[in-house]
């Protein structure tokens, strides 16, 4: 994109990186996007807008979104001084992840420190016991209605995660007993919800 805009002659002013919050790997083709600005940035961003016309809202990179690269790392540039949150984000995973937000302080054409983000997936947890309370190792449980499926440890603990938000309903596969069903709610991306299944009366 040519104009006052243009990457190759402005300063990087935020750099960051976007991580899964649980297990630290890099989230590629994230989007980051500034949510709050000085007024600064607001008159420049409407004039960047008018000069590029109709396309502009279709952009996947402006001074005030961009996406990750393969390794989760990210920056922007050319951004006046002032306070910024970001927030970051996976559109094309619908409901499965939550986004996660961070503030900088931009002086002298740089941040003061990174923007770091973790991104929580959208999570069931929970731990399958027998009639005694024991814990049911190899117990397959899965959500009805998608591929999301995961079996017990020795500690009976199962976890999905990557999950579409909303109301869910598991699926309990135990060798002796009829398939159980268990009501979840998930009622926002990147929450975590716990449901624990005991087997007494299955």
Known sequence: MS????????????????????????VAGARVEVVEFPAAFRDA?????????AGWDALPRRPDRTVTAADGTFF??????????LRASTPG?????????????????????????ALPRTTLQGTVTDAAGEPVGMAEVRVRGSGE????????????????????????????????????????PGWTATADVPLAGA
């Open 3 to 26: 104009g006052p805009w243009e990457e190759s002659r402005l300063r990087v002013a935020v750099a960051g990186r976007v991580a899964d919050e649980a297990t630290g790997r890099a």
């Open 45 to 53: 961003l409407a004039f960047a807008a008018r000069a590029h016309g």
């Open 76 to 85: 922007l540039a050319g951004l006046p001084d002032g306070r910024y949150v």
């Open 93 to 117: 995973e619908g409901s499965r992840r939550g986004v996660a937000r961070a503030t900088v302080r931009v002086a002298d054409g740089r941040a003061e420190g990174s923007a770091v983000f």
């Open 149 to 188: 499926r995961a079996f017990t440890g020795g500690d009976g603990r199962y976890v999905l995660a990557g999950v579409e938000a909303g109301e869910r309903t598991l699926e309990v596969r135990v060798r002796g007993h009829a398939p159980l069903l268990r009501a979840a709610g998930l009622p926002l």
